[in-house]
């Protein structure tokens, strides 16, 4: 099957000021020194997109958003639109992270609508599903995250730049990871749901595997079959470890 070139993302969450932009610049000046032949994504805060386009302008290592809103526009105090992101120099946006479905009761259909506006916006959208513990431990964690693709991706998704991430919520910040034929049996049905969903183009699009990925288990992690790259929280917040999960791909 072909596959797409690896796309490591860094996800900052609610972390980093303006002088947090000095990992962003040492990162890129590494990358420089020796590059990489996998994409590089980094996430900060809304605040930070433009200042981060900024210092990276010119250089490899693309800036995303953490979320957008599904409309263009409106009366939606405190949102922030996809084309936004996009005019602030954003390249890609993360949508349905595990902390927006739980956190602020985002459905499927909202996901899907918000990876929309972020096709329409011009943005490589990155849509997330992820099983808990409970759903985990209840042997659920295929079926919850296969309909979690089919309700997530909207069909505009096909023939267009995008990504799934995979990221089990019990895994994010926990330092804990599935078993790597835990990963490999999740990403095979992704792919699955994903060809199902989408047809054809379903095929290519890279699953990203999230959840206390660090220099130490990335280069085994993002060996498995149809992993196509990696979601990073903590460990993207310093140029160093995030460099040892990129240099590990
Ligand atoms: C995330 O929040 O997307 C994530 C994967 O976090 P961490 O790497 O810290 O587990």
Redesign the pocket.
Same mark, same amino acid.
Not at 210 to 214: D, Q
């Given at each position: 099957m072909k596959q797409s070139v690896k796309l490591i993302a860094g996800?900052w +969450?609610m972390n980093g000021l303006s002088a947090s932009l000095q990992e962003a610049k040492a990162l890129q000046d590494s990358l420089n020194d020796s590059p990489v032949a996998v994409r590089v994504a980094l996430c900060p805060p809304a605040t930070l997109v433009a200042q981060m386009a900024w210092t990276l302008k010119g250089g490899t290592v693309a800036v995303g958003g953490q979320d957008c809103h599904t409309e263009a526009s409106g009366a939606f105090t405190g949102s922030i639109a996809a084309s936004m992101l996009a005019d602030a120099g954003a390249r890609l946006v993360?949508v349905g992270? !595990? $902390?927006r479905r739980a956190g602020f009761g985002e459905t499927d259909a909202d996901v899907s609508a918000k990876a929309e506006a972020a096709l329409a916006a011009g943005l490589e959208p990155i849509i997330?599903v992820g099983e808990t513990l409970e759903q985990r431990q209840a042997g659920d964690a295929v079926a919850v995250v296969s309909a979690q693709v089919m309700g997530s991706l909207p069909t505009s998704l096909s023939g267009q730049a995008f990504a799934v991430?995979y $990221?089990p919520v019990w895994?994010? =910040?926990? &330092?804990l990871t599935p078993t790597l034929d835990q990963i490999e049996e999740v990403h095979a049905a992704v792919r699955a749901a994903m060809v199902e969903r989408l047809g054809e183009g379903g095929r290519t699009a890279p699953i990203l595997y =999230? &959840? !206390?990925? +660090?220099p130490s288990n990335a280069a085994e992690i993002l060996a498995v079959a149809e992993v196509g790259g990696?979601?990073? =929280?903590?460990? !993207?917040l310093k140029a160093e470890d995030f460099l040892g999960i990129i240099r590990a791909a």
């Open positions: 996800n +969450k993360i992270h !595990s $902390e997330c991430a $990221e895994a994010i =910040g926990t &330092g =999230g &959840g !206390s990925v +660090k990696a979601l990073v =929280g903590g460990a !993207s």
